[in-house]
């Protein structure tokens, strides 16, 4: 399982949000450049739809696939009570012939999307890593060298880590308390609850840039 928050910001803050990224981790950002293509089932497969995202690294010298299952969320009166989604999910790696594989057996594109970006991945109370991606869509089938940014002046963060039914309260505190120090740039929710930008962001992040911002904290 894992435990997750998603978030946006402006573009032109995305430089400060790095400064303080770099700062709090202490550790050099990874490049991203994901090619993710959503597939659904067909009616062969039976009434339950199900749904998988396939993942394709371009920002590897060579692609790498992965498939990956979201499942559902943690329920219950715990679960409502705090601000971090804890949900099962599913990862495995694969050969560049699993889209070829997922279309014999049944299943159909829905959507595809390329997200370009950078990520920062640590360790601080729990294994953290932190996305900061631009959402592309594709104008012809597959082709990620056309893709036009659906929201240019906005860009999507998300923060996971790995949890598994024995420790996820610790990790949800580790996750929560590393929230508490991005949020003068953004607001972090579950999936789905997104709550806007921050309004003094921009303060915010020209305070950062003028101070350097490059101290691990």
């Not at 990620?144 to 906005?154: D, G, L, R, S, Y």
Request: with cysteine; charged share 15%; glycine share 10%.
């Amino acid at each position: 399982m894992e435990c997750v928050v998603q978030g946006i910001i402006e573009t032109q803050h995305v430089d400060a949000l790095e400064v303080l990224l770099q700062g709090l981790s202490g550790v050099s950002k990874e490049r991203v450049r994901v090619h993710e293509l959503c597939l659904k089932s067909g009616p062969n497969l039976g009434v339950v739809p199900s749904e998988v995202r396939l993942l394709c690294d371009l920002a590897q010298s060579t692609p790498s696939w992965t498939i990956r299952h979201v499942g559902g969320a943690m329920r219950g009166a715990g679960a409502e009570q705090i601000s971090v989604l804890v949900r099962s999910i599913v990862e495995s790696k694969a050969s560049n012939n699993v889209l070829r594989y997922f279309y014999g057996i049944g299943y159909k594109l829905d959507h595809e999307v390329l997200k370009g970006g950078f990520a920062f991945r640590f360790h601080r109370g729990a294994q953290i890593t932190v996305t900061v991606t631009s959402v592309s869509k594709m104008t012809k089938l597959h082709a990620t060298n056309e893709a036009v940014p659906i929201t240019p002046a906005i860009q999507l963060v998300e923060i996971t880590s790995p949890a598994a039914a024995d420790n996820y309260n610790d990790v949800v505190s580790a996750v929560t308390s590393f929230c508490e120090y991005l949020a003068p740039l953004l607001h972090l929710s579950k999936p789905g609850n997104s709550t806007g930008i921050v309004l003094t962001a921009g303060a915010a992040a020209a305070s950062l840039m003028s101070s350097g911002g490059g101290k691990t904290l």
